[in-house]
């Protein structure tokens, strides 16, 4: 049948808090508390690249094309800055992925490859690194032109 943790997470989760707060050290699960912790950086990593990517290729329709340029757009724009802010003031140890190339260059590709699906852009003609800067790409103020 597996343990609590195997058949309900929330149950475990829930738990192993009481079990810390009694400081019942020997009743709890180390291998799999350590696991969540572990996980948890991941899940937060992701969720940052998620809304990067939503914003990115948002920020990429806009810029290539003006004429479809709407409301709806630019709502998505802000709806991502602030929650991007948001992770990022929760979470201030994910500043760090910014400086990572590797990372910046997924997110960059994953952001193409949804604006091309999503608006139908030419891929080619879409460069093949980050054009704007971070604190562009972050700024409410910031919306791409035809010279950018």
């Not at 201030?92 to 590709?109: G, N, R």
Request: glycine share 2%.
């Amino acid at each position: 049948m597996g343990t609590l943790y195997d058949q309900d997470i929330a149950a475990w989760a829930q738990e192993q808090a009481a079990l810390l707060r009694d400081r019942q050290w020997d009743e709890l699960d180390v291998e799999h508390i350590a696991e969540e912790i572990a996980e948890l950086n991941l899940r937060e990593r992701h969720e940052l690249a998620h809304r990067y990517v939503i914003l990115l290729s948002h920020l990429l329709k806009w810029r290539y094309q003006p004429e479809r340029r709407c409301s709806s757009w630019r709502n998505t724009i802000r709806d991502q800055r602030k929650r991007v802010a948001r992770l990022l003031q929760r979470t201030p140890s994910l500043k760090h992925v910014m400086d990572d190339a590797e990372w910046l260059s997924d997110i960059w590709e994953d952001a193409r490859d949804k604006a091309v699906h999503e608006a139908g852009l030419d891929y080619n003609a879409i460069p093949e690194t980050w054009p704007w800067t971070v604190d562009q790409v972050q700024s409410q103020e910031f919306f791409p032109s035809g010279q950018d």
